[in-house]
């Protein structure tokens, strides 16, 4: 896997030691709350678990399974995809998220927790990318800020590949490409195949 990286960005080991930080703020601003996280999967599941070990304070964690990424690209459209959404009525709400990119995904989110009148909502992400967001939202919890360029490991994957690096990479040009002409010769879902 590692040889499909352009490089390497984040080590496994700057990584924890930027969540010790960010867990230490967390624990701070939410020492008398009572505080619910809702992650959004699948991207942040391996965030999740390294950051919610460091936070030794009373919290529930609900989670939210929601897609906008086809391929190496956000589609704007966001699907939720569960049935039942989380209760957080009159709850202080962190949402947890992979990465922060054109912001479709989180501002969906926060509009639809929002809805459900938790007492206060704020949004921590490990990635945050530097770029115009197409959709107003921002974090207040940030692990590293980063370049406009596709990311994998950690969590974060390729057509379901790389979550399980224990670092985060940039991915190479060429094995997006490929990536995504597989994609395109792929029958469509239900098409006749070819005898
Ligand atoms: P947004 O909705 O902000 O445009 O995109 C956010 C979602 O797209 C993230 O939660 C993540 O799942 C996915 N995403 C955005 N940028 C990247 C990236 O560089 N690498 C990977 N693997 N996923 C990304
Ligand atoms: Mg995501």
Known sequence: MLADLSRVLFHESTILSRLDEMSH????????KELTVVAVLNGSFVFL????????????????????????RSTGVVTFDQ???????????????????GGFTLHAVRERLLQLQPA????????????????????DYVGFDIADEFVVGYGLDFMEHYRNLPLIGV????????????????????APVAP
């Open 83 to 101: 049935t039942s959404m989380p209760e957080i009525a009159g709850r202080h709400v962190l949402v947890l998220d992979d990465i922060l990119d």
């Open 49 to 72: 678990g390294d950051l919610l070990r460091r936070i030794p304070i009373p919290l529930h964690v609900d989670c939210l399974s929601v897609s906008s990424y086809s391929g190496h």
């Open 25 to 32: 703020q967390i624990t701070w601003d939410y020492r008398d």
């Open 171 to 190: 991915l190479s040009e060429e094995v997006i490409q490929q990536g995504m002409d597989a994609l395109k010769n792929k029958p469509a879902p239900g």
């Open 120 to 139: 206060s909502l704020k949004i921590g992400v490990l990635l945050r990318k530097n770029r115009p967001r197409e959709m107003p939202v921002e974090a």
